[in-house]
């Protein structure tokens, strides 16, 4: 794992076309508030202004989780991600399938993860990136940690490094100033 964006890594985030996330622990803290029979997260709003910013950009987003949530399909739903799997299983079959459907190979995928569930995906991929309250194993797999942790704007970190690497930051910055 490298703490800054080397000139290897800069490669790498150039040739990503699809950004996968894990839910529990990268797009949120990891909390999940229950009672009555309801279930609450809570989710960043960069995170999710800086996913559909990515897909503006041509980049597609989608979410893998081992946890199926209602409350997750809600947001993924809500935000249009491209591609949302939430089931218990292989998530590296899950990713399999996807990259198939997106005509895409592992090397152009960044993928973001936490935990143990996260291990297999984060061995494969173009870009394996680690949330900073990752698990050892998860950080030692990753070309990048990133300085936020899950919940906290650690998806947006990444959405800007791919975008910078990509050289399209700067317009979608000067858009906004418009």
Known sequence: ???GVSSQLSRRLRRVKLLLCDVDGVLTDGRILMGDGKE????????????LILQRAGIKVGWVSNRPSPVSQQRAEELKVDYFFQRKGNKVEAIQAILKDAQLDWEDMCYMGDDVVDLGALKRAGVAVAVANAIDEA???AHYL????????????VVRLILVAQKKWPEIVQNYLA
Request: no cysteine.
């Open 40 to 51: 609450f997260k809570a989710f960043s709003i960069q995170d999710g202004l800086g996913l």
């Open 1 to 3: 794992m490298k703490a």
């Open 146 to 157: 990133t300085r936020a942790p899950g919940g906290h704007g650690a998806v947006r970190e």
């Open 139 to 141: 950080k030692q797999m």
